[in-house]
């Protein structure tokens, strides 16, 4: 079995609760879709809030990936107090076969009164049969969503 961590950061000049209005609510999806649709094309929200136990079904381009990707996530974890928030991978095409577990941990780290740095990290493991999997787990899209999110909350404050 391989367990691993591949992660992300990006310093920004925005202040965490700010980027916390969206990264800490079902938001997040919907501004992803409006900023990056050649990314995440389609998000339906299966049941929920927003809160944990929220499940949204996700139609996407995985960068790498030759066709379109569908999979349905659940809000597992919402700390809005360290502004961490952690989405499951229940079903479709991230768990491939051969993954057991797909953990996408978003976290927006305080850094003063007007920056922050937004660390993206996928949390995963793979059955001893398919080491090949580990190339396909990328933090590339919650890079492009970091950037394009930063730039959003900055000019629509």
Known sequence: MVKAIKSHELETDVP?????????TRRFVEVVHQLLPQLLQ???????????????????????????????EEFTKIDNENYIKEVTAIEGDVLKPG????????????KG?????????????IDDGHPELEA????TPFALAARAIAKY???NK
């Open 16 to 24: 965490a609760a700010e980027l916390w209005k969206i990264y800490g």
């Open 42 to 72: 389609k998000v339906v929200i299966v049941r929920g809030d927003g809160g944990i136990g929220t499940i949204t079904l996700k139609y996407g381009v995985l960068p790498g990936s030759p066709s379109p990707v569908t999979y349905k």
């Open 99 to 110: 993954f057991t577990k797909y953990v996408t941990r978003l976290q927006i780290i305080d």
């Open 113 to 125: 009164p007007s920056s922050s740095v937004i660390k993206s990290s996928v949390e995963y493991e």
């Open 136 to 139: 396909a787990v990328t933090t």
């Open 153 to 155: 909350v900055k000019e």
